[in-house]
Nanobody, 127 residues
Framework: QVQLVESGGGSVQAGESLRLSCAAS????????MAWFRQAPGKQREGVAI???????KYADSVKGRFTISQDNVKNTLDLQMNSLKPEDTAMYYC?????????????????????WGQGTQVTVSS
C-alpha cells in the first residue's frame, strides 16, 4: 500500500522560510516523476515544482528562484525548501507521485498525471 505523508507546514511571516517533507512508504520516490502541488482557498490546485528520476527539476514561475525541490534517496522523501515566502504562497501543499519516470513540461502538469497523493500540509504566510 502506497502512502505519502507530508510534514513541515506552519505559519510564518513574509520573508521567512519553511521546509516541507513528504515521506513515502510502499513506493520509491526516486523512481518516478514527483511533484509538489498547492491549493489556496477558492482556487484550483496548481503544480509548484516537479522532479524526475534524473533529478531534473522544474518550477512554476511564481516560485522560481525561491523554492527548491529535492529527494533524499536514503530516507525516501521528497522535500520542498521554501525561502522568501510571500502571503500569496499561503495554501495547502500536497506531495504527489506518478507512474512515469519522466515529467511533462511544467506548464502541462495536471492532477491526473499523478496517482498518489498525500493528505496535505498547511502553509500560512502573513504580511
Amino acid at each position: 500500500q502506497v502512502q505519502l505523508v507530508e510534514s513541515g507546514g506552519g505559519s510564518v511571516q513574509a520573508g521567512e522560510s519553511l521546509r516541507l517533507s513528504c515521506a513515502a512508504s510502499g513506493y520509491t520516490t526516486s523512481h518516478y516523476c514527483m511533484a509538489w502541488f498547492r491549493q489556496a482557498p477558492g482556487k484550483q490546485r496548481e503544480g509548484v515544482a516537479i522532479t524526475d528520476v534524473d533529478s531534473n527539476t522544474k518550477y512554476a514561475d511564481s516560485v522560481k528562484g525561491r523554492f527548491t525541490i529535492s529527494q533524499d534517496n536514503v530516507k525516501n522523501t521528497l522535500d520542498l525548501q521554501m525561502n522568501s515566502l510571500k502571503p500569496e504562497d499561503t495554501a495547502m501543499y500536497y506531495c504527489a507521485g506518478s507512474w512515469s519516470y519522466t515529467c511533462k513540461p511544467m506548464e502541462d502538469i495536471r492532477d491526473r498525471d499523478f496517482g498518489y497523493w498525500g493528505q496535505g500540509t498547511q502553509v500560512t504566510v502573513s504580511s
